[in-house]
């Protein structure tokens, strides 16, 4: 079986063939970056990262491309509001989201170009469609795209001019001449600070000062780094309109050819079953829920559900996660798993690889993982435990140490030093490896004096902070408690 991917312009799932044998272009849009990325991010990210692991795993070369939006109006207000430049604002939380993301195992991309490193390829396309009667002057001294004068536009979002006529402002914005017209370049205002400023003259165009719409940034940079025509473009469901139907017009308008031949969009993030916002108080940046989540148990949360479907977040969810997780650490904690390469002909590495191959089915293919971890819990087979690792890596997962990881939670560097009685009044987030060895060796010296109402003493200690002893003829173990 090939490749399926649903594609957004065309509404259904299509078999898959790149451009080029055994080589995939694709571009994603990323973030417009002035604040922490929050979980619905972190899903967009996650999304195209599984879609890039499986196209790698699949045997494709794939150049990967995810754009950094590092010039709006956003990013302009939060700069002003702390007192400092555009691009320290941007460098900051370039590398928090570094930070964040990197935390969830999300590869880097081929390729992260910043909308202020392709100025002149934008001045470059505004041109281009200004000759060709698609872009034009406004009253304002924008620069505006004239969006009836494209045919093809809302083929992406299935709108019709006459669907969008209907929704519009009576009044004509100011400076275009129609209210469906969007932004290609933005004249100075005299508030802006000057590094929101490019001189389109120094750039030979004759625009005046200003910046960069928002839609021409991504026009510019895929045309750029992938060619005129390429594999995939992906971004969230949010997109797809006006933005990604812009870039349609923008990218078509100026060259003639197709943008990209698939297009897909991930679904949205409701927060018990509420939309996520900041007005209703149930905005959660990454940090946030890593703050109470290991960042693999977020992870398998985000991927167990289909890209494509909507995204519930909450504390009973991310539980849930974590004690499926812990079912398939379990089971490579048993036998230590055996290196292999996988064999797509074994019935349970086709029967993932069938998952996957139909538009990046993860709920199925994660359902693989379990009947492995059932073997593997009755046969104890290294080789049935390489496998459920060797599958696991196509989607970023089961990669740490399964002991480590089912001791992780709640564990955290303290002072080792600390006496029995201190370790068992302590907070839980000062337990530490350590400290919990310390207990279990001082409980075996309890059971050894015949102490066994200290032994059960510590023992319901440390099940109240989260921590389960396991008692063999090998001697002890632990875990934490989910």
């Not at 080029?20 to 994603?28: A, D, E, F, L, N």
């Not at 992406?156 to 017209?181: F, H, N, W, Y």
């Not at 539980?319 to 650490?329: E, G, T, V």
């Not at 696991?392 to 740490?400: F, I």
């Amino acid at each position: 079986m090939s490749l399926r991917i649903y594609n957004t312009l065309s509404r259904a799932v299509e078999d898959f063939s790149p451009l080029v044998p055994g080589q995939v272009r694709m571009y994603v849009c990323g973030m417009t970056i002035y604040d922490l990325c929050h979980i619905g991010h972190a899903r967009m990210m996650m999304a195209f990262d599984v879609v890039q692991r499986w196209l790698r795993a699949s045997g494709y070369q794939v150049r990967y491309v995810r754009n950094i939006t590092d010039i709006d109006d956003k990013i302009i207000k939060r700069a002003v509001e702390r007192g400092i430049t555009i691009r320290a604002l941007t460098d900051e939380m370039i590398a928090a989201m570094h930070q964040d993301i990197g935390a969830l195992g999300i590869e880097p991309p081929t390729l992260e170009p910043r909308a202020t490193e392709y100025v002149p390829q934008m001045l470059a396309m505004i041109s281009t469609l200004e000759q060709k009667g698609l872009a034009y002057r406004g009253a304002s001294g924008d620069m505006n795209y004239a969006v009836r004068k494209f045919p093809g536009y809302g083929k992406l979002s299935g709108k019709s001019l006459d669907e969008l006529r209907a929704g519009e402002r009576v009044a004509v914005l100011d400076g275009k001449d129609d209210p469906l017209d969007f932004v290609l370049w933005k004249s100075a205002k005299e508030s802006e600070p000057e590094d929101a400023k490019w001189d389109s003259a120094a750039l030979g165009h004759d625009y005046g000062r200003g910046r960069p719409g928002w839609h021409i940034e991504c026009s510019a940079m895929s045309c750029q780094t992938l060619g005129e025509t390429f594999d995939i473009h992906g971004g969230g469901a949010d997109l797809q309109f006006p933005h990604h139907e812009n870039e349609i017009a923008q990218s078509e308008g100026a060259n003639g050819k197709p943008l990209a031949r698939f297009w897909i969009h991930n679904g949205f993030v409701r927060v018990d079953n509420e939309k996520m916002s900041k007005s209703l108080g149930n905005f959660f940046t990454i940090r946030d829920v890593l703050a109470r989540y290991d960042a693999e148990t977020v992870r398998f949360f985000i991927i167990r559900a289909h890209y494509r479907s909507a995204l519930n977040y909450s504390d009973a969810h991310l539980d849930d996660a974590r004690n499926a997780l812990k079912r398939l650490y379990t089971a490579l904690d048993l036998v230590t798993p055996a290196t292999v390469t996988i064999d797509w002909a074994d019935p349970q590495a086709a029967h993932f690889k069938a998952a996957m191959d139909e538009d990046f089915g993860t709920p199925e293919a994660i359902a693989v993982l379990f009947e492995l971890a059932g073997e593997v819990n009755k046969t104890r087979s290294a080789e049935r435990a390489g496998l459920l690792k060797s599958l696991g890596a196509c989607l970023g997962l089961l990669q740490g140490e399964p002991r480590a990881w089912l001791q992780g939670r709640r564990v955290v560097h303290a002072e080792a030093h600390l006496t029995v009685a201190s370790m068992l009044t302590a907070e839980p987030s000062v337990f530490s490896t350590e400290m919990i060895e310390k207990l279990i060796a001082e409980r075996a010296q309890a059971k050894q004096a015949k102490d066994f109402a200290a032994a059960d003493r510590i023992r319901a200690e440390l099940l109240g902070q989260g921590i389960v002893l396991k008692d063999s003829p090998k001697g002890t173990t632990w875990e934490a408690q989910s």
